[in-house]
């Protein structure tokens, strides 16, 4: 009995129009200029969001301008930084992340002082720096360097962006009063900081934003001070606005990103529906704690104080957990895998390509202290038994694996041991590969004690 | 121009479910809600409770976990005893793993045994957790159903070894965690069976299996959230407690690995690993959460959402 599973309607993922409101607002000749056979068939396509307005060259300035409008992202894109450093906020589509996707990861930024002395200063920048890590297959790192003003004076600040930037490449977040921020945005405008003045002078960071056409953190309590004074940043020619509703606790925080994020996605509320930023350092409390939950709801981007890759490491992880399309689980290379230091007569284990199976028995096998080679089988990314029915790890898949992976070249013996669910193909991988086939455990948890009690003798080399 | 209300409003609640304490304790609700956690919104009587797992196999503690559980490690009630009033923890999760014959192979009348002494010991609520291999389990189940001198929970019923849970849970006034593998419709299917049994709604929490951070934490993330929005929305198979236990976090290599220069302090990373698997499972919804670091029952526990 399979429980409800909800893709759009009111609290998901859809444009604002139905095909019929697009219908309407068409030429309804029929001429086929845009390539579908009717009018009516162009305005489905259109309102799945498959075609665009641009197709049609009749269509009246109303039409294009009402559906232009409708296409726009419910929560619109701000960028910072340039070429490969650059960081997109906004720009999503839902509120829960198996509607569709998370496309845009929550932007981390990690603290520095100008009033530090300068070998405090550049120690903190190479701390930063170094807050990058390897994770299944992928690069986890700070994505940029806020630079607040302790020393409240505008040309050291200055030469202090100037030197964030230089030393870490990473896009700046400017925290600081006008004066100072005006120095220093100068000093590094074409690296496209985001300028975050204090709340009291959002017009004045405003105007410079607009002259400088830099995106900009715009600080205010709560959701009726932020639609104000967000107000008052578009009214000063600020474009590319970021809403930081200046939570003081953890709860406060989530519960003002959600409430953005809802009024965004939801109600459609263009007044407020901006990107969010928190800033998460001085006396901030629990910061971690806050942290871990605006990843998964709804933060854009997080400034934190500390730079302890114990902290670090795990937030990154979270994001990139949060961040992964739920259509499209990370596959790992079909290949050979050594855990730990497998020898000519450790044992082969076959299992598939889809990543959380694969950490899974690569855990396990790990957890049992024996060293295998674990072979993986290119299954588009599906877990055992799903991709057993799809017909993706059969007898022949598995042979062939077995045949191209150069296994045979890395271990003497000729014998595979095969996941428990999938028992059924053991005699026909035999027919087809000539390896002798042993059943494993149906759950890759009993790994560790199965190979703990594999006979000596099952993997002894084969000659001629 | 006035924002409109951002609040997102829910036909059904969730079923309070109550694990019931020793003489002088107290016991734990939770459920009654009918909104999304986290959130200054709706009705929300019952906050989530945080436990400390209790375990008979020591082997293998990473560096972290060692370092907090010092020598009171081997003796899980002197650990219990010692450890659960100090971290505030609500409930003990009590992991009869030590019967596994992979974890020292201790024997069912000893498992028993210890869960008697523990019950004994301290007044918190109980789950008590299986060992994990079938044949064992088999026979456990049932003895400490028949030991415990007060209700627990027991822990894991799947779409395998219902009946053996439910009867045991039955005949001795024992309520049950229903386990399904990161799969809303198993989620569904288990808690059907086991209303067939006749096991009462109120004594049965999901455990949807919980991923660690960095190793499928996001598919259990999405199933909660989905097991708890079908639930708000009325299925009331799935208007359930869910029960998350962060155990899982510490089989990571990361929360582990000392040897990682540019990791950070292991004994801060793996505590941080284990943390940061919590706030994602309250964050999607668990009303439950199962902690092996005692200094994580108290961070996760309330500090900062109280």
Known sequence: MPAPRKREGAWGAGLALTALDVYKLLPKTNCRDCGFPTCLAFAMQLAAGKAGID?????????RDALGKAAAPPLPRVTVGTGDSCVTLGDEVVLYRHEKTFYHPTAIAVSVNDALGDDAFRA???????????????????????LRCGSGDPDRYAMAAAAALAVTGKPLVLVAPCEALAAAAHRVAPSRPVLSPPPDEVEAGARLAASLGLPMIVKARGIPGLESALASARGAGARDLVADPSARTAPEAVAASVAIRRLAIVRRAAEIAYPTAFDLGGDFPAAFAAAAVLIPKYGSLLILDTADPADVFPLLTLRQNVFTDPQRPIQVEPGIYPIGAPAASSPVIVTTNFSLTFFTVRSDIEASKVPAHLLIADCDGMSVLTAWAAGKFTAESIAKTLAESGVAGAVGHRTLILPGMVARLSGRIEELSHWRVLVGPQESSALPGYLRRLP????????? | ??????????????LPVTLPAGAEGLSVTVGGQNVLPLLPEGDCPNVAAVGLEVRTDISDLPPSLARAYGERAGDPVAFARFCAPECGARFLFLSLSGCHPDGGGRSVAEGAQIVRRLLAAVPHPVIVGGCGDEGVDANLFPAVAEAAPRPVFLSYADEKNYRLLAGAAMAYGHGVVAWSPIDINMAKQVNLLLADTGLPPERVLIDPLTGGLGYGLEYTYSIIERIRLAGLSGDTMLARPVLCHLGDAWKAREASDASEAGWGDVVVRGRRWEEATGWACLAAGADLLVCRHPENVRALGGRAWR
């Open chain 2, 1 to 14: 121009m006035t924002v409109p209300s951002s609040v997102q409003t829910f036909p059904a609640r969730i």
């Open chain 1, 456 to 464: 000596p003798d099952a993997f002894t080399p084969v000659h001629g």
């Open chain 1, 124 to 146: 903190r920048l190479a701390a930063i720096r170094a807050l990058a890590f390897e994770r299944v297959g992928q690069r986890l790192a700070v994505d940029l360097v806020a």
């Open chain 1, 55 to 63: 197709k049609c060259p009749t269509a009246s300035q109303e039409a």
